[in-house]
């Protein structure tokens, strides 16, 4: 009985939140529509006033074909309310107006019947708004000449003016349509590489996650195993066999990769990663081993873009990481070269390196880094001995 009783409170409370969700929609939709009602009412209104009172300036006396042609301005003016719902009659009832009150002998811009082609054009009926317009152009001078106002040349350079200031909205309207085309494509890539960039931490994170759970455990097991059997013979007296040393340092060295791996696959770029204000530490931590490693600044320090800062920072971190590691050195020089265009990091070390080493795999990623920022890398044995890094990287990435 409890059960059902909750239940039914479930549904009736996800029943509730429906209906106020749906009834928030309709409300939003409805102050947008009271919205837009009101933008064109006034628009029509405007237009409208403005079409009479430029229609009757300069009119000492109104006569019945006066009025005519004021109420074709009104009329012109204030059906543009309708725009949105029925362009094409807009469009229609606007070029009658502009015609007619030409006719009437009412020298006024067809200000309303350009409004009327812009939401006529947006709602899609472009072949029909070129056909009306050809047609409005064509007898704008015959309704002109039919006035007895304007002789042909006049009638004629008034349905001219009429074009120019046609083609001038047009091309603003155009103009305005490829910003906002532009807009949108910047907006879409920006979208897209977001996409990209977040499907990528994904999935390093999910192969960090795969490595954790299925080798981590293994690894362990073998390192552990190895040093309790070397740890064991030692007690007894017993000589430890040279497989199971190599076991047991492999084991250690296998740990240590697999935690570096881990750390460089749920290691995100974007967020707080290190920079070159950290670079000072790793040379530190250096030190701490026995290296004689030494940093050297050189030139004015500029603001540097994070992702330079972030790749500077790996560099130095893999090629102290690899002299402690196989070089043998006791020396490490880390020099950091400022210029107005490119930034240099330089490492040398006085190790063991024999030349025709293959690259590994932090030196190829170390590559790919400076390359992605359009800077060139090279990492090679000295002739003397010792081996050298050395990078540069622009300050502005080029296209």
């Given at each position: 009985?409890?059960?059902?009783t909750?239940?039914?409170?479930v549904?009736?409370?996800l029943?509730?939140?429906?209906?106020?969700?749906?009834?928030?929609?309709v409300?939003?939709?409805?102050r947008?529509?009271?919205?837009?009602?009101?933008?064109?009412?006034v628009?029509?209104?405007?237009?409208?006033?403005?079409?009479?009172?430029?229609?009757?300036?300069?009119?000492s006396?109104?006569?019945?074909?006066d009025?005519?042609?004021?109420a074709?301005?009104?009329?012109?003016?204030?059906?543009?309310?309708?725009?949105?719902?029925?362009?094409?009659?807009?469009?229609?009832?606007?070029?009658?107006?502009?015609?007619g009150?030409?006719?009437?002998?009412?020298d006024?811009?067809?200000?309303?019947?350009?409004?009327a082609?812009?939401?006529?054009?947006?709602?899609?009926?472009?072949?029909?708004?070129?056909?009306?317009?050809?047609?409005v152009?064509?007898?704008?001078?015959?309704a002109?000449?039919?006035?007895?106002?304007h002789?042909?040349?006049?009638?004629?350079?008034?349905?001219?003016?009429?074009?120019?200031?046609?083609?001038?909205?047009?091309?603003?309207?155009?103009?305005?349509?490829?910003?906002q085309?532009?807009?949108?494509?910047?907006?879409?890539?920006?979208?897209?590489?977001?996409?990209?960039?977040?499907?990528?931490?994904e999935?390093?994170?999910?192969?960090?996650?795969?490595?954790?759970?299925?080798?981590?455990?293994?690894?362990?097991?073998?390192?552990?195993?190895a040093?309790?059997?070397?740890?064991?013979?030692?007690?007894?007296?017993?000589?430890?066999?040279?497989?199971?040393?190599?076991?047991?340092?492999?084991?250690?060295?296998?740990?240590?990769?697999l935690?570096?791996?881990?750390?460089?696959?749920?290691?995100?770029d974007?967020a707080?990663?290190?920079g070159?204000?950290?670079?000072?530490?790793?040379?530190?931590?250096?030190r701490t081993?026995?290296?004689?490693a030494?940093?050297?600044?050189?030139?004015?320090?500029?603001?540097v873009?994070p992702?330079?800062?972030?790749?500077?920072?790996?560099?130095?971190?893999?090629?102290?990481?690899?002299?402690?590691?196989?070089?043998?050195?006791?020396?490490?020089?880390?020099?950091?070269?400022?210029?107005?265009?490119?930034?240099a990091?330089?490492?040398?070390?006085?190790?063991?390196?024999?030349?025709?080493?293959?690259p590994?795999?932090g030196?190829?990623?170390?590559r790919?880094?400076?390359?992605?920022?359009?800077g060139?890398?090279?990492?090679?044995?000295?002739?003397k001995?010792?081996?050298?890094?050395?990078?540069?990287?622009?300050?502005?990435?080029?296209?």
């Amino acid at each position: 009985m409890g059960t059902t009783t909750g239940r039914a409170g479930v549904r009736a409370g996800l029943k509730t939140e429906v209906i106020a969700g749906v009834t928030d929609a309709v409300r939003a939709g409805a102050r947008a529509a009271v919205r837009a009602g009101v933008i064109d009412w006034v628009i029509a209104i405007a237009v409208a006033g403005t079409l009479v009172v430029t229609g009757l300036s300069g009119r000492s006396v109104v006569t019945n074909l006066d009025l005519v042609g004021c109420a074709l301005l009104a009329v012109g003016g204030l059906v543009l309310v309708a725009r949105r719902r029925a362009p094409v009659p807009v469009l229609a009832v606007t070029g009658l107006c502009a015609v007619g009150y030409q006719a009437a002998g009412f020298d006024v811009p067809a200000i309303a019947y350009l409004f009327a082609v812009y939401a006529a054009v947006r709602a899609g009926h472009r072949t029909v708004t070129v056909v009306a317009s050809v047609i409005v152009l064509a007898a704008l001078p015959l309704a002109a000449l039919a006035s007895g106002l304007h002789d042909t040349g006049e009638a004629f350079a008034q349905a001219r003016g009429a074009l120019e200031l046609a083609w001038l909205i047009a091309a603003g309207a155009a103009g305005e349509a490829l910003r906002q085309a532009e807009r949108r494509a910047d907006e879409a890539e920006r979208t897209r590489e977001e996409t990209a960039r977040r499907r990528a931490d994904e999935e390093r994170l999910h192969i960090a996650r795969e490595l954790h759970d299925s080798l981590t455990h293994q690894i362990s097991i073998i390192k552990v195993q190895a040093e309790v059997a070397v740890h064991v013979a030692r007690r007894r007296g017993e000589p430890v066999p040279e497989a199971l040393l190599v076991i047991q340092e492999a084991g250690r060295e296998a740990t240590r990769e697999l935690r570096a791996t881990l750390e460089a696959l749920r290691d995100d770029d974007t967020a707080t990663s290190r920079g070159l204000d950290h670079v000072a530490e790793l040379v530190e931590q250096a030190r701490t081993t026995g290296l004689d490693a030494t940093l050297t600044i050189e030139g004015e320090r500029r603001d540097v873009p994070p992702e330079v800062g972030r790749t500077v920072y790996r560099i130095v971190q893999e090629s102290l990481t690899n002299i402690a590691r196989h070089a043998a050195a006791t020396t490490a020089s880390v020099r950091i070269d400022h210029s107005p265009d490119v930034l240099a990091v330089r490492v040398d070390d006085d190790g063991k390196a024999a030349p025709g080493t293959v690259p590994g795999v932090g030196l190829l990623g170390m590559r790919e880094r400076v390359t992605a920022l359009g800077g060139r890398l090279r990492a090679e044995p000295r002739g003397k001995g010792g081996f050298t890094v050395e990078a540069e990287i622009p300050m502005k990435r080029t296209p």
